[in-house]
């Protein structure tokens, strides 16, 4: 069974910044991309930033994000953070970690959510 645990979600005031973390665990066989969504009340979950499993770990970033947050990852722990600068109120949703990840029971790729973690941005 694989796992993603987030953690590192909170309240800040506009103009500061948080760092989300993921950790997966479990019977990985191996990570291929990592990505963190959040789905605000009311819409539609929407990406936020992908990182790829290759060597130069490429990532892309919805619009939103480009400039203010920037997705990494380390392989060997099989972790993926989210470090957000310059927080706005819009930012305000639950934060879900993703992964598509070959187990070791089953050759076959599954895409793993979190839990979720809350970010508020309020004055």
């Known amino acids: 069974q694989v796992q993603l645990v987030e953690s590192g979600g909170g309240l800040v005031q506009p103009g500061e910044s948080l760092r989300l973390s993921c950790a997966a665990s479990?019977?990985?066989?191996?990570?291929?991309?990592m990505a963190w969504y959040r789905q605000a009340p009311g819409k539609q979950r929407e990406l936020v930033a992908v990182v790829s499993s290759g060597g130069s770990g490429s990532s892309t970033y919805a619009d939103s994000a480009k400039g203010r947050f920037t997705i990494s990852r380390d392989n060997a722990k099989n972790t993926v953070n989210l470090q957000m600068n310059s927080l706005k109120p819009e930012d305000t949703a639950v934060y879900y970690c993703?992964?598509?990840?070959?187990?070791?029971?089953?050759?076959?790729?599954?895409?793993?959510w979190g839990q979720g973690t809350q970010v508020t941005v309020s004055s």
């Open positions: 479990g019977s990985i066989f191996r990570v291929f991309s």
């Open positions: 993703n992964a598509v990840i070959s187990s070791t029971t089953s050759a076959l790729l599954r895409n793993y």
